[in-house]
Nanobody
Framework: QVQLVESGGGLVQPGGSLRLSCAAS????????MGWYRQAPGKQRELVAN???????KYADSVKGRFTISRDIAKNTMYLQMNSLKPEDTAVYYC?????????WGQGTQVTVSS
């Protein structure tokens, strides 16, 4: 069983930065794909960014050039560096870890961008 715990969310002004972390208890194999999703009120959950076992990354068009996803396999931890934040980035951010047979989610962390 794997548990994912997000941290690093909070309130930030437009143009500011936050760094989210996702710590996994249990073993996330290096072959797993990990990602960040977000869900704003009244909207569907959407992919923000993911990273595969080779380190290849994928970003939503809305965050390209502003967000950076990374992972430390040895520490079973994934990160999302968010810069130049906009009010439309306000959402609950979820950590996800996937393999062929498993799909795990964290409980989410709130990010609010507001002046």
């Amino acid at each position: 069983q794997v548990q994912l715990v997000e941290s690093g969310g909070g309130l930030v002004q437009p143009g500011g930065s936050l760094r989210l972390s996702c710590a996994a208890s249990g073993t996330i194999l290096s072959t797993w794909r990990m990602g960040w999703y977000r869900q704003a009120p009244g909207k569907q959950r959407e992919l923000v960014a993911n990273i595969d076992s080779s380190g290849r990354t994928k970003y939503a068009d809305s965050v390209k050039g502003r967000f950076t996803i990374s992972r430390d396999i040895a520490k079973n931890t994934m990160y999302l560096q968010m810069n130049s934040l906009k009010p439309e980035d306000t959402a609950v951010y979820y950590c996800n870890a996937q393999s062929v047979n498993y799909d795990y989610w964290g409980q989410g962390t709130q990010v609010t961008v507001s002046s």
